[in-house]
C-alpha cells in the first residue's frame, strides 16, 4: 500500500507524536493531515525543517518544483479553446437585442443564431410551415 505524503513525514520525525511536539500542534492534528495525506499551509515550513523532507514534495500546489511555473501563468492544457462557429454567448439582454427576445437563461448559456433568430420570430407570431 502506497503512504502519502503526511504519513512519510510522520515517520521521517519518529511517529505522529512526535511530530505534533516539534511542530507545535496536537496529536489529533498530525493524525487528521495522515489520515487526508493534506497537510496545511502554515504547517508546510515547520515540517520542512523538522523532517528534512522539502517543501515541494509536502505540497506542489503552493511551492512548484519548476522555476517557469509562476502565479498567473496558463498552464498546459487549461489554454482556451475558441468557441464553435454559430454559436452565441448569453451574457446580458443588449446581447440578445438583435433577436428582440429576452429569457430567463444563465450567462453561461449557449444557443445557436438559428434557434435565437426562430425564437424571435415566434414571439412575433410568425411560424414556420
Do not use: W
Not at 500500500?1 to 496529536?27: K, V
Not at 487526508?36 to 505540497?59: C, K, M, W
Not at 500546489?61 to 498546459?76: E, H, I, Q
Amino acid at each position: 500500500m502506497e503512504t502519502n505524503i503526511a504519513t512519510r513525514a510522520a515517520d521521517a520525525a519518529g511517529g505522529q507524536s512526535a511530530l505534533a511536539r516539534a511542530i507545535g500542534c496536537s496529536p489529533q492534528a498530525v493524525q487528521r493531515m495522515c489520515a487526508t495525506g493534506r497537510i496545511p499551509a502554515e504547517r508546510v515550513l515547520q515540517i520542512e525543517s523538522v523532517t528534512g523532507i522539502s517543501r515541494h514534495e509536502l505540497r506542489p500546489d503552493l511551492y512548484p518544483n519548476d522555476a517557469g511555473a509562476a502565479v498567473g501563468s496558463v498552464k498546459a492544457g487549461k489554454e482556451k479553446q475558441p468557441k464553435p462557429e454559430g454559436l452565441v454567448e448569453r451574457r446580458r439582454p443588449a446581447a440578445q437585442a438583435h433577436a428582440g427576445i429576452r429569457t430567463g437563461r444563465r450567462a453561461t448559456d449557449a444557443t445557436t443564431r438559428e434557434q435565437i433568430i426562430a425564437i424571435g420570430r415566434a414571439a412575433k407570431g410568425e411560424f414556420p410551415e
